[in-house]
């Protein structure tokens, strides 16, 4: 999937995952918890852990979590030349399939990043 306009696809994808956790609550507040503590600062930072998420959205080829976890990482203070990173340990971790998802990636970082 090429996203062209990452913030109608996170307002559409935000839409959708509404609908999901009205209709399975108590999953959507056990995934809530656990999304929680996974991020929280710990010997890791909350920056380090989304790109470790990038990462992985990179790798299973996952188009909302390319979405959330750019822009959560913009958000925490990450730089261009860190998703550049980001992308090449996804690339080499995952193969040519990486590399695709890794320019999907930094087109939503650009997207939703600092000045979006």
Known sequence: ?????????????DERMAAVRKGVPDVAKGFGALAKAATAPGALDAKTKELIALAIGITARC????AYHARAAARLGATRDEILEVI???VYMGGGP???YGAEALAAFDGLGEGS
């Open 88 to 90: 090449g340990v996804s």
């Open 98 to 100: 990486s590399m695709i």
């Open 1 to 13: 999937m090429a996203v062209s306009d990452w913030e109608a696809f996170v307002t559409q994808t």
């Open 63 to 66: 188009d909302g979590c390319l």
